[in-house]
């Protein structure tokens, strides 16, 4: 994403945002200096309005360094709101942009169904753009999670940072079946041996069934799990300009220490929901996936102000 920046009333040739985090960095750009982009309308702002602009670009508007706590490992993140409170949240910032939100949800599930129509290739292209795409799609429900300017297209701006999106879609999913191999191969085997003879293509007895499936449910819970411990990664590379997707990771691991049950129970809310959305024949989705996306924008955005320093 390109910014426009203007230096004691000068305005400045357009930058991308690594560098304007840069400058920040740097107290070439101060907080009362204006910056603009394509997501603000016709009105510039200062720059001390951009979120993690000076604290998470390791600058403050004197140029002196954030606290060490800010990023340091040893730092523990409190979700304090409950989930009824970001939920009321999400709904509020959703009043008068539900056709915005609707329209994001329109475009990404077009691009979903598209691919999924194009046998073979679009398995591929699908696999290859995922995490570009999810990293859009997160930025936009952030955008509207902060009450900021957004549009549609923001949700291509993932491609952007199209390395980092891919390795962070492609790190996470390798990881979360490192989670589920040892519970999948104890299904496998159990299975292999419940037949009698194993060449003759017998079903399992009964009495294995009832083992197998609870086994299978079983080894689905790691997998689980760490879907919940990465689930902040793409907010937190939209967040952090220049971060390497091992590094987002980790982060949203640490992050969610502690805070992955309140996560889990925030999405059970919307169960009841979705039930209801089938009997629209699922146009209700349209509605509410913009509420599930944005309460869990709101999720993170609290969680991130949350840290605790130990």
């Not at 200096?33 to 951009?50: E, M, R």
């Not at 159990?190 to 499936?213: E, Q, R, Y």
């Not at 309140?262 to 169960?271: D, P």
């Amino acid at each position: 994403m390109q910014w426009y920046y203007a230096v004691k009333g000068q305005q400045q040739d357009p930058i991308e945002q690594d560098e304007l985090f840069s400058l920040a960095r740097s107290g070439k750009l101060t907080g009362n200096d204006l910056v603009w982009n394509s997501t603000l309308g016709n009105q510039w702002v200062k720059a001390s309005t951009i979120p993690g602009l000076f604290t998470q670009a390791g600058a403050t508007e004197s140029g002196a360094p954030p606290p060490v706590s800010e990023w340091s490992a040893q730092a523990q993140f409190k979700s304090v709101a409950s989930n009824r409170d970001l939920m009321a949240d999400a709904r509020a910032a959703l009043s008068g942009n539900w056709g915005l939100a609707i329209g994001g949800v329109l475009v990404y599930f077009l691009v979903a169904v598209v691919l999924a129509v194009i046998p073979y290739l679009g398995s591929v292209v699908s696999f290859i753009i995922t995490g570009p795409l999810m990293l859009g799609w997160n930025l936009f429900f952030l955008m509207l999670a902060r009450r900021q300017p957004g549009s549609v297209g923001m949700i291509f701006d993932g491609f952007k940072q199209f390395g980092t999106g891919f390795l962070a879609y492609l790190l996470m999913a390798l990881l979360i079946i490192a989670w589920a191999l040892p519970g999948i191969i104890v299904i496998i085997v159990m299975a292999v041996l419940s037949f009698k003879p194993i060449l003759g293509g017998t079903l399992p007895p009964a009495g294995m069934m009832m083992i197998l499936v609870p086994l299978m449910i079983l080894a689905m819970i790691p997998a689980m799990i760490a879907q919940f411990r990465y689930s902040m990664t793409y907010f937190v590379i939209n967040d952090t300009p220049g971060i390497g997707p091992m590094d987002a990771i980790q982060r949203s691991s640490q992050m969610m220490r502690g805070n992955k049950w309140k996560l889990f129970c925030l999405q059970c809310r919307f169960i009841g929901w979705s039930f209801l959305c089938l009997f629209t024949f699922g146009i209700g989705f349209l509605w509410l996936v913009p509420y599930m996306m944005t309460s869990k924008a709101a999720f993170y955005e609290e969680l991130s102000k949350g840290h605790l320093d130990v």
